[in-house]
């Protein structure tokens, strides 16, 4: 069963999923809060190579480094 990862719109926190693919979009709660307002990340195939820079992307945070903390560049 493929894994696929979401994020709380509540929260935004992240969470992976172990799910069956016909139930890949069906509607999940999150981890974190229990909140029901969670969207699948599409991009998880970038996050097997990087997942620590797609993390920082979409979080709105530095686009100069390719950290998650960014603790490299002071941001
Ligand atoms: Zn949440």
């Given at each position: 069963m493929p894994i696929y990862e979401y994020i709380c719109m509540d929260c935004k926190q992240k969470f992976d999923a172990l799910r069956s693919m016909k139930d890949a979009d069906a509607p999940i709660r999150c981890?974190?809060?229990?909140?029901?307002?969670t969207s699948r990340v599409l991009s998880v195939f970038f996050a097997q190579s990087d997942g620590k820079a797609l993390a920082g992307a979409s979080n709105g945070?530095?686009?100069?480094?390719?950290?998650?903390?960014?603790a490299s560049c002071g941001h």
């Open positions: 981890n974190h809060c229990q909140g029901e307002h945070g530095c686009a100069s480094c390719s950290g998650g903390s960014c």
